[in-house]
Every structure is written in structure tokens, then in C-alpha cells.
């Protein structure tokens, strides 16, 4: 005898894997960590710094 599935809450769950599949992949490809963000940020800081030092008056 067959196993009886509500349709309803497979179709739900499909959903939902599918959803968080695109959200890992996001993730990956947009998201940064806040120490990355920091660093990038503090050498950007540090370039401008050194630029603005060479600027002639």
C-alpha cells in the first residue's frame, strides 16, 4: 500500500527548500562579514590618507 502525502504540505516544503536555496546563494554572492566590512573600510581610509598627504599646496 502506498504512503498517503498531503499534497499541500509538499508543495509548501518544495517551496521552501527552494527559497532558502536562493537565499544561501545570496549569501554567497552579496554578503560580507562585519570585520570584512571594517578592513575594507579602513583601508580605503588609510589610502585617502596617504593621497590627500601627497597633494601639492
Excluded: C, P, S, Y
Excluded at 502506498?2 to 499541500?8: D, F, K, Q, S, V
Excluded at 544561501?24 to 562579514?33: C, L
Excluded at 570584512?36 to 599646496?57: F, P, S
Amino acid at each position: 500500500m502506498a504512503e498517503i502525502i498531503n499534497l499541500r504540505a509538499a508543495r509548501k516544503a518544495k517551496e521552501k527548500a527552494e527559497t532558502r536555496a536562493q537565499a544561501d546563494a545570496n549569501a554567497v554572492k552579496f554578503g560580507r562579514r562585519k570585520g570584512d566590512k571594517a578592513l575594507e573600510a579602513a583601508r580605503l581610509a588609510q589610502e585617502k590618507r596617504a593621497l590627500d598627504g601627497h597633494e601639492r599646496e
